[in-house]
């Protein structure tokens, strides 16, 4: 019995050394491996944001009073809007079409009278158009009772848990980390297995004692290995350059990532068992990374999805690792707080080796 296990590892350990040296000795994938996730995290951490921080607003002002004129300085005051003053109401929807302008504020010529605002959006942007004409609500209204010396019969205090300033970063950086893992770790399975068919040293490992367990553990180790160098320097960035908290156990957050990475080369192994070539391999891999992307909750609610895709959720593994990493971060999270993600992952990622165990020959 020890001289079998001896020979496995054997096999597995120069399997192993094999995988390494192949992922690591072609200088575009070392390039592959450090500086793309990098630049996504960089450019959805500055980018990817649902704040209103700048707006352009046409105002057509047709009371020029002290009263309008002190109404529409404290919407400058906010620092998140500037003004663009238009003396007709056709010459404002002149600039929203040109897209110069995502809203106009129009003033009635007896402002002092009416107490009347009109706030037009532009709906083809609705996300915005929303946020901003909720913002300038906000201000109108604060200012309007400011004037009236209204006092309100409740007093609202606002606070916000795990994320004091409602930062859209702490959300979307675990995210990102998320399809990071998700994305390189599906793509590279699927197209190392074809690239052993293309180069013709898979018919060569055929002739070996290495064994189709052997073979798949030879080609997910090295794999799991790059997606869990990937998480530890996504998460070094995010906690020494964008200040995003850590707040959960290190352990949680390893034990998730691995169960994710057997979904992910599972689904990899499924695909290269089916795909020729490793153009192939890569298109076939983004037939399912886009969808599940979408799916999975990384920048819509799914709850906002109708009930009938919300079914289809339930078999996207990277919903389950989306919520873990997230509680994980911001709310301090760990694995007994996320029996049923962490069961759902694992029932996933089972299937799909099984799947691809029995179809990689």
């Keep these: ?141 604060r200012y309007a009772a400011t004037q009236a010396n209204y006092v309100p019969p409740v007093a609202v205090e606002e606070r916000a848990w795990f994320n004091p300033n409602l930062e859209d970063r702490w959300f979307f950086i675990p995210g990102i980390m998320a ?40 080609k997910m180790v090295p794999v799991a290995c790059v997606g869990l160098f990937d998480v530890a320097l996504i998460t070094t960035v995010a906690l020494l ?25 599972g689904l990899g192994l499924l695909i290269s068992s089916y795909a020729a070539t490793q153009q192939q391999a890569m298109l076939s891999a983004m037939f399912f990374i886009m969808p599940m992307t979408v799916l999975s909750g990384f920048a819509f609610p799914i709850r906002n999805m109708p009930q009938s895709v919300q079914l289809l959720t339930w078999i996207d593994p990277l919903r389950y690792y989306l919520v873990v990493v997230r509680d994980i971060f911001l709310k301090g999270g760990g694995i007994a707080d996320h029996l049923f993600e962490f069961g759902m992952m694992i029932l996933l990622g089972s299937c799909a080796l099984a799947l691809s165990a029995v179809r990689v020959r």
């Design 1 to 141: 019995m020890m001289r079998r296990l001896a020979a496995v590892w054997g096999r597995l350990r120069a399997l192993l050394t094999k995988e390494f040296l192949q992922l690591l000795r072609d200088p575009r994938m070392r390039f592959t491996l450090i500086v793309p996730p990098l630049i996504q995290l960089f450019i959805f951490g500055y980018a990817a944001t649902f704040d209103v921080r700048h707006a352009e607003v046409a105002v057509v002002n047709h009371d020029d009073s002290q009263q309008s004129r002190e109404l529409l300085s404290s919407i400058v005051a906010t620092g998140h809007y500037t003004l663009r003053f238009v003396p007709t109401i056709a010459a404002a929807s002149a600039l929203m079409d040109a897209g110069s302008v995502g809203v106009i504020v129009q003033v009635p010529a007896r402002f002092s009278e009416e107490r009347r605002i009109e706030l037009i959006a532009d709906g083809s942007d609705p996300n915005t158009a929303q946020l901003v004409v909720a913002e300038l609500a906000q201000i109108i209204g």
């Design 179 to 218: 399809n990071v893992l998700f994305v390189s770790t599906m793509m590279l399975t699927a197209m190392m297995v074809v690239r052993e068919r293309e180069i013709g040293t898979l018919e060569r490992l055929m002739v070996t004692p290495v064994g189709r367990l052997e073979f798949l553990i030879g």
């Design 241 to 265: 350059w964008f200040g995003v908290p850590l707040r959960g156990s290190v352990v949680a957050l390893v034990l998730a990532s691995l169960v994710l990475l057997a979904n992910t080369q």
